[in-house]
C-alpha cells in the first residue's frame, strides 16, 4: 500500500472514531448524576435542559434544541438538534438547579407563542421513579437503557 493512501485511511479511521464519540457526546444520560431535567414544548420544536454533577464534582447544564424536520427518533431522525453546555465556578447544588430553571423560564418567556415548561427534579425516590416521569412527558424518549 502506497504511503499517502496509507495516511488517507489513518485520517479517514480517526475521522469516523470522533465522530462516533460525538454521536454519544450530544447526549443526555439519566444517572445518579443527574440533578434535573426540564422540557419545553414548543410548536416546531423542543428545549430540554439537564443540570448534573460532573466527574470532577462540579456541576454543568446541558441543553438540546431539537428542531422537527420528520417524526422519527433517535439515529432514524433528521430533526435539527443544537446542543449547548454551561459551566461555571460554582459548586452549590441549588444554584445549578436554579440556573437550569431560570433557562426554562427564559425560553417560555421568550418563545413567542403559549407554552410552559416541565420540571423533574431527582428525588429519594430515586432513578427509576425520575425516569418515568421523564418518560411521561410529550415528545421525550429514552433511547438506550443500562442496568446499574
Same mark, same amino acid.
Given at each position: 500500500?502506497?504511503?499517502?493512501?496509507?495516511?488517507?485511511?489513518?485520517?479517514?479511521?480517526?475521522?469516523?472514531?470522533?465522530?462516533?464519540?460525538?454521536?454519544?457526546?450530544?447526549?443526555?444520560?439519566?444517572?445518579?448524576?443527574?440533578?434535573?431535567?426540564?422540557?419545553?414544548?414548543?410548536?416546531?420544536?423542543?428545549?430540554?435542559?439537564?443540570?448534573? $454533577?460532573?466527574?470532577?464534582?462540579?456541576? %454543568?447544564?446541558?441543553?438540546?434544541?431539537?428542531?422537527? +424536520?420528520?417524526? /422519527?427518533? &433517535? !439515529?432514524?431522525?433528521?430533526?435539527?438538534?443544537?446542543?449547548?453546555?454551561?459551566?461555571?465556578?460554582? $459548586?452549590?447544588?441549588?444554584?445549578?438547579? %436554579?440556573?437550569?430553571?431560570?433557562?426554562?423560564?427564559? +425560553?417560555?418567556? /421568550?418563545? &413567542? !407563542?403559549?407554552?410552559?415548561?416541565?420540571?423533574?427534579?431527582?428525588?429519594?425516590?430515586?432513578?427509576?421513579?425520575?425516569?418515568?416521569?421523564?418518560?411521561?412527558?410529550?415528545?421525550?424518549?429514552?433511547?438506550?437503557?443500562?442496568?446499574?
Amino acid at each position: 500500500m502506497k504511503t499517502k493512501e496509507r495516511e488517507r485511511l489513518v485520517r479517514r479511521k480517526a475521522y469516523e472514531q470522533e465522530q462516533a464519540a460525538k454521536k454519544f457526546e450530544n447526549r443526555f444520560v439519566i444517572d445518579a448524576n443527574t440533578l434535573a431535567i426540564w422540557c419545553v414544548p414548543l410548536k416546531d420544536s423542543n428545549v430540554a435542559v439537564m443540570a448534573y $454533577k460532573t466527574a470532577s464534582g462540579g456541576y %454543568e447544564l446541558k441543553f438540546r434544541w431539537r428542531y422537527y +424536520v420528520d417524526d /422519527e427518533v &433517535g !439515529e432514524k431522525s433528521n430533526d435539527t438538534k443544537n446542543w449547548y453546555t454551561m459551566t461555571g465556578p460554582s $459548586k452549590d447544588k441549588d444554584q445549578w438547579i %436554579e440556573n437550569g430553571r431560570q433557562v426554562a423560564r427564559t +425560553v417560555v418567556a /421568550e418563545a &413567542g !407563542e403559549e407554552t410552559h415548561y416541565d420540571e423533574i427534579l431527582m428525588g429519594e425516590d430515586g432513578l427509576e421513579a425520575f425516569t418515568a416521569k421523564f418518560l411521561a412527558l410529550d415528545d421525550m424518549r429514552l433511547l438506550e437503557m443500562k442496568a446499574g
